[in-house]
């Protein structure tokens, strides 16, 4: 057997899907579009997010020959009522965003694999183009949601690259859209027009990267205040956004299968009730960043529950918002005011007009204000 059959044997023995090979050569359209477009994508081609940096796998090992791609099937088991469609299926995946404990033992596996043979392999990177390189190593395809796709699993994956010094043998690439020419259900069900045409996602408006668009995040955004334009449309969704990807036909042969529930998930289903999110202690968030560890603060989950919370409109949530304008944080009581003025009603306006009398912030005044209708 060559390197490669045993390197894509011993990948598949420790638990991943698929397994390809392709080149080091940059990948060019994707920079070309990264810098077509830095009005959506200029928080991440600077120094701290490198995108145009990582389209050049040699940026990450100057050696580099190959990058080996790895693509893990997530959606294994059922997910907790109590978190569907709020947090998203990847984050609760367990399978590598963020970085749970099992998900990188079977890469140090790959790695120490790596190494052994003498291979010398580039630092791991979240700035190589995953979804690209998968296509261009023949393991995936694109949907017109912008996601990828590896058959039976649908877009449900998660995707590692590696980036060698070592020539393979590499895979024919599939890089192409396998959706039904008619088909644009992505595109008319995302609710902030982020998918705004086939294979084109402006990011400043997703429902995700808003819900961890934050300062201390991967993402190393600026944004504590969510724009009144996005606050609406986020539903209940805390953390990600599943939502062009649970419309897709291509995904509901994994949606509708009957499949086993995750006892880990089920235990910390519990907590994701909204009313508790909303006034998180600092151990309750501790319990619950092994799941999303984008964001390093509760207070960002906390303002995303109360905007949660305002559009599920249920007056039963007045006590936990009211509480929550009790929180030294201003941007929490700016949106808990924002949501009690959409469940509105006299207990939540009595709440709010309390509030403005002994609310000494400029911004939260205004959302108060706002709120009542003022
Ligand atoms: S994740 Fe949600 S908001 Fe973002 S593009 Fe998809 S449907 Fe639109
Ligand atoms: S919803 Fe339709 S167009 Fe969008 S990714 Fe799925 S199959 Fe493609």
Redesign the pocket.
């Known amino acids: 057997m060559s390197f490669g059959s045993d390197l894509k044997e011993y990948a598949l023995s420790v638990g991943y899907d698929r397994v390809g090979f392709t080149t080091a050569d940059r990948f060019d359209l994707y920079r070309e579009e990264l810098l077509k477009r830095v009005d959506m994508y200029g928080w991440a081609t600077g120094r701290d997010w490198g995108l145009i940096t990582g389209a050049d796998p040699h940026n990450i090992l100057p050696e580099g020959r190959s990058v080996v791609v790895t693509v893990f099937d997530y959606f294994r088991h059922s997910y907790p009522r109590e978190m569907v469609g709020k947090v998203g299926r990847a984050y609760q995946s367990l399978g590598g965003i963020p970085p749970i404990p099992l998900h990188r033992a079977r890469f140090r596996l790959l790695k120490e694999f790596l190494e052994k043979q003498g291979c010398k392999l580039g630092k791991p990177v979240f700035d190589l183009p995953a979804r690209m390189a998968a296509a261009r190593a023949g393991v995936a395809d694109y949907?017109?949601?912008t996601?990828a796709?590896a058959g039976g699993s649908g877009?449900f994956i998660v995707i590692g690259t590696i980036v060698i010094d070592r020539e393979l043998e590499y895979d024919q690439p599939t890089l192409e859209?396998n959706?039904?020419d008619k088909?644009?259900?992505?595109?008319d069900a995302c609710p902030t027009g982020a998918l705004y045409e086939?294979l084109k996602m402006d990011p400043r408006l997703c429902i995700a990267y808003n819900s961890y668009n934050a300062p201390g995040s991967w993402f190393g955004g600026k944004q504590t205040v969510l724009p009144l334009s996005i606050r609406d449309h986020m539903g209940t969704w805390i953390y990600g956004c599943d939502i062009?990807q649970q419309?897709?036909?291509?995904?509901q042969p994994r949606l509708k299968a009957k499949l086993p529930p995750n006892a880990y998930l089920e235990h910390l289903a519990a907590d994701f009730q909204l009313e508790k999110l909303v006034n998180l202690s600092d151990e309750h968030f501790s319990r619950l960043s092994v799941l999303l560890n984008y964001v390093d603060n509760k207070r960002y989950l906390q303002r995303n529950a109360a905007v949660a919370l305002g559009n599920e409109g249920n007056p039963e949530a007045v006590p936990a918002l009211a509480e929550a304008l009790q929180s030294p944080d201003e941007p929490l009581r700016g949106h808990a005011a924002w949501a009690l003025g959409r469940i509105g009603g006299a207990g939540a306006r009595s709440v709010l007009e309390s509030h403005l009398a002994r609310e000494t912030s400029e911004y939260v005044r205004g959302e108060v204000t706002t709120a009542l209708g003022k």
Request: contains cysteine; aromatic residues 10%; proline residues 14%.
């Open positions: 949907g017109k949601n996601f796709f877009s859209v959706c039904p088909c644009s259900v992505c595109i086939p062009c419309v897709c036909p291509r995904n």
